[in-house]
């Protein structure tokens, strides 16, 4: 069964580095997304990309963040000064559609903010 | 808008018994709902799913839902706890506009021996 596959699965990180969280979704899913979970809370999204281009945003999602497709098969997330408050699980999803379609999820990422 | 209140954020029971998790909803369109399970330290699994086809909704591992839209309830049941069960539970709401789906904050399933 296809699955969604993120690297790395942990990445420690100094406060104020540059960091990169990759995903491959699966491979023939329209729809794109970034969430995270600082431990012992709720999922949050961060933010859906579809057709190229981000098609919404959440206001944790700021300058800091941006996200790229940048082969047709792998999806990015990348932080360009990390702050302790990032600490946290980083998942990627995929959908083939919207409305009644599930979203498929990584295994996650976790980054630690040190 | 819409929003998911998970009403316990951690429900505990005997191996063997049955299983209730709680989840209401708001939404101002017909939604679909979801529940994901997450086991420690894993990513999030479909249990099951309504989208506005039958109102009880079977999933894997033996776990069931029932949409009530007159509760704007989908509670989350299965008949009897496995301690593999143990786990923490999400439900998730997605409807018209982005359809971006919103996580409720997530129940956490004791099972006892």
């Known amino acids: 069964e296809p699955e969604v596959t993120q690297t790395p699965s942990h990445q420690v990180t100094q406060m104020g580095q540059e960091v990169i969280l990759r995903c491959v979704p699966i491979?023939?899913?329209?729809?794109f997304y970034w969430y995270r979970q600082i431990l012992g809370q709720k999922v949050e999204f961060l933010v859906s990309f579809y057709n190229n281009e981000i098609s919404e945003k959440s206001e944790i999602f700021d300058d800091q963040f941006s996200v790229e497709r940048p082969d047709g098969s792998n999806f990015t997330l990348k932080i360009r000064s990390t702050k302790l408050e990032d600490s946290a699980m980083y998942f990627c999803a995929s959908r083939w559609g919207q409305a009644n379609y599930e979203q498929y999820f990584g295994p996650g990422t976790r980054l630690t903010v040190t | 808008a819409q929003s998911v209140t998970q009403l316990d954020s951690h429900v505990s029971v005997s191996e063997g018994t049955p299983v209730l998790l709680r989840c209401n909803y708001s939404?101002?369109?017909?939604?679909?709902l979801f529940w994901y399970v997450q086991h420690p330290n894993k990513g999030l699994q479909l249990l099951l799913k309504y989208t506005s086809a039958a109102t009880l909704v079977k999933g894997i591992n033996g776990f069931e839902a029932e949409f009530k839209k007159s509760e704007t309830s989908f509670h989350l049941t299965k008949p009897s706890a496995h301690m593999s069960d143990a786990a923490e539970y999400f439900c998730v709401v997605s409807a018209g506009g982005s359809y971006i789906p919103t996580f409720g904050r997530g129940t956490s399933l004791i099972v006892h021996p």
């Open positions: 939404s101002s369109y017909s939604p679909s």
């Open positions: 491979s023939n899913h329209l729809y």
